[in-house]
């Protein structure tokens, strides 16, 4: 679902929690090893995470990857 602007529900989840835990974009990028306008184009979902890179900003921010990257309603969305 996109929001204002374009930003989808995940982008806008992630973008709180990193400002609910005070880091900035810069921060972010150097934890997952990216120039900080790359981060930016991920965050705002221009680009995608790796895997790799959703599973480090997981465990830093102390939740599940699916909190932060899977829609809100990937339930419903399991291939039978």
Do not use: C, W
Request: aromatic share 8%; net charge positive.
């Amino acid at each position: 679902m996109k929001l204002r602007g374009g930003v989808t529900k995940m982008q806008n989840k992630l973008a709180a929690h990193r400002r609910f835990l005070g880091k900035s974009q810069s921060e972010m990028a150097a934890l997952i090893g990216v120039d900080v306008r790359t981060y930016k184009n991920k965050e705002l979902g221009i680009t995608q995470f790796k895997a790799r890179e959703m599973f480090a900003i997981a465990r830093e921010f102390g939740v599940s990857i699916e909190e932060l990257f899977a829609p809100e309603n990937f339930e419903k969305h399991e291939v039978s």
